[in-house]
């Protein structure tokens, strides 16, 4: 039993773990992340009255529940409604143009690390406001059951939908009441409209089809190099010719990908066949 409120992480552990998330989903834990692994996996240990970092590693390797907790723990999930707003300036400015807009079958977009939802409702709200009843999809996906869950709810905090253009939140959310006062509701109209699934982008993609626009935003950060040539690699097999790839203006395509046209800053288009 540990016997204060943090068991130590050795670095012999911690290189456990660091390898571990590395080989599932591709990230690239620094030597400056030990404490951080060690802070998300402490209340799990006490939770299972275990002594240690190691003890628990070993249950993570022979329980697939387990090890989908411990990968929910160590992934990263920080968004917001309207994070990096050029984004969404530039897909309205895209749907205003002549043969933007699909032709008997809907506009799809897929949002590829989607966290707690908050990047698909904005693709959500925006096409809602623009498209009005011409058919639209959304697949957002996240490698985290644990994350998708709360997107699928899609309830937040009132002051998480600050950046929400008030006659899109007057329209499109509700207003908690009694237990859920001063929280949020993404309307139910709007919210059955985006499709969520567990993908891991490190794995070979199950069949999703092909998308006007896929979004891969403050996700290849944390990948070494050549994980990003081979997710970009994927995710553009699904993207039609003269579809639209956005990436975060914290995030490079120079040595991962030239195939793509820059648009923009952090704006691909994928050349027509």
Request: charged residues 25%.
């Amino acid at each position: 039993m540990p016997t204060s409120n943090q068991a130590a992480l050795s670095d012999s552990e911690f290189s456990q773990f660091r390898q571990l998330i590395h080989d599932i989903a591709g990230i690239h834990l620094s030597d400056t992340k030990k404490t951080l692994v060690a802070g998300r996996l402490n209340k799990r240990l006490r939770s299972l009255a275990m002594g240690s970092y190691g003890e628990y590693f070993r249950l993570v390797g022979k329980d697939k529940a387990e090890l989908q907790t411990c990968v929910d723990l160590l992934t990263t999930n920080e968004t917001y409604f309207f994070r990096e707003p050029k984004h969404f300036d530039f897909l309205r400015e895209l749907l205003q143009r002549p043969g933007a807009i699909p032709s008997g079958r809907p506009l799809r977009i897929w949002s590829g690390a989607c966290s707690s939802g908050e990047e698909p409702y904005t693709l959500a709200l925006l096409l809602a406001e623009r498209l009005g009843e011409r058919p639209w999809e959304i697949l957002a996906s996240d490698i985290s059951q644990r994350i998708l869950s709360q997107a699928r709810n899609g309830v937040y905090d009132l002051e998480d939908g600050q950046n929400i253009p008030r006659h899109l939140l007057v329209k499109h959310c509700l207003r908690g009441v009694d237990d859920n006062q001063g929280r949020m509701m993404i309307a139910p109209s709007l919210r059955q409209r985006v499709r969520f699934a567990q993908i891991n982008l490190n794995n070979a993609l199950p069949d999703i089809g092909l998308f006007d626009v896929i979004f891969l935003r403050n996700v290849m950060i944390y990948f070494d190099t050549e994980t990003k040539r081979q997710v970009v690699a994927r995710l553009l097999n699904h993207l039609r010719p003269g579809g639209h790839f956005i990436i975060s203006h914290s995030e490079s395509l120079n040595g991962v990908n030239d195939t793509l046209k820059v648009i923009k800053p952090s704006i691909y288009q994928k050349p027509n066949a």
